[in-house]
């Protein structure tokens, strides 16, 4: 969902934090449009679940500038808190209460009167698929369940921006794409989302923009395919019907990796449109037919490398 808004609905300017002495926030700078998913990734102790902290009003920063839904973090707190929710990695829901009840108790934690309270818990219950486990303890949900009446309970108080800090570890993998369903339709319904995963198909699928956090510093922030194309290693894979067509393809084409086993040619490529066609049209000038032809492009886990330094990581580290 594109925002219209001029105002982002986070916006942060010079943040800086340190744990005794240990700098993990180096002056990083962002801006999240409203009514969008902006997803924040980093290796192991980068330090994603301390900007979340941060952001959410759960500790203070050591230097910066915060907004978060209009309100300034340092001077009003509160208000930031009114007009926010937050999932955290871990659930917060008390297994020894009923899936209503933790509705409800949430519903009582945000001064929601009575007949209110039961209102929303109602439309949370059928909105999340928990009509019929609403009477059931909550030690016996499944953990996608679990995860579902999490995020509902963080919806009570109606927030506009909502950060989701590593929502769907330890889901399976039909849990994850309800979870991310959930997540598409608060989006569409005008709520901002600020999430932090380990999952790199996560945010390839579900971001509006990602940025790489890294020793403190952002090292990168744009969309998945901007962040994509600036990556080498993506490329054109041309296939031939026979050697001849290999040999003048090569002729034309220059410096290109070939395998004459396979009858292919491997041409180095950033996915533009213009360049492809560029490279159709100097084959179809050298008379040069081509039986197939496949782009490959780098995914976020070479992008992922290639900044960081890091493979893929698991878990995130609790700053």
């Known amino acids: 969902m594109t925002s219209t808004s ?5 916006a942060v300017r010079g943040l800086r934090k340190s744990f005794k002495g240990t700098v993990v926030l180096d002056g990083i700078g962002l801006d999240v449009d409203e009514g969008t998913i902006f997803a924040l990734l ?3 102790g980068a330090g994603k679940t301390t900007v979340v902290r941060i952001l959410s009003t759960l500790i203070g920063a050591d230097g910066g500038e915060v907004r978060v839904a209009g309100h300034d973090l340092a001077g009003e707190p509160d208000s930031i808190r009114a007009a926010i929710g937050v999932t955290g990695q871990f659930s917060a829901v008390d297994n020894l209460l009923t899936g209503e009840e933790n509705l409800v108790l949430m519903a009582h934690l945000h001064h929601l009167d009575r007949a209110a309270g039961r209102r929303r818990v109602a439309e949370l219950l059928d909105q999340f698929d928990l009509v019929e486990a609403a009477r059931k303890p909550a030690a016996t949900y499944s953990g996608g369940m679990r995860r579902r009446l999490d995020l509902a309970m963080t919806l009570i108080g109606d927030p506009r921006v909502i950060f989701l800090d590593e929502p769907t570890t330890g889901l ?7 979870m991310w369903q959930t997540i598409r339709r608060l989006v569409a319904g005008g709520v901002t989302i600020f999430l932090t995963t380990q999952y790199l198909d996560e945010a390839d699928e579900l971001a509006d923009r990602i940025a790489v956090l890294d020793h ?9 395919e901007e962040l994509k194309r600036g990556i080498p290693g993506g490329h054109v ?3 031939f019907g026979d050697g001849a067509g290999l040999d003048a393809a090569a002729r034309a ?6 395998d004459d ?3 292919t040619l ?4 950033d996915g533009n449109v213009a360049a492809l066609r560029a490279l159709l049209d100097r084959l179809e000038l050298a008379g040069v037919e081509v039986d197939g032809l496949s782009l490959h492009t780098p995914d976020l886990d070479d992008v992922f490398f290639a900044l960081t330094g890091h493979p893929t990581e698991t878990t995130e580290a609790h700053q």
């Open 6 to 10: 001029s105002v982002p609905a986070i």
């Open 42 to 44: 980093g290796p192991n």
């Open 172 to 178: 399976d993998p039909r849990s994850r794409r309800m």
């Open 216 to 224: 403190g510093k952002l090292v990168a922030v744009g969309t998945a």
């Open 237 to 239: 894979r041309l296939q």
């Open 253 to 258: 084409l220059g410096e290109v990796s070939r």
């Open 261 to 263: 086993e396979a009858l």
């Open 266 to 269: 491997q041409v180095p490529s």
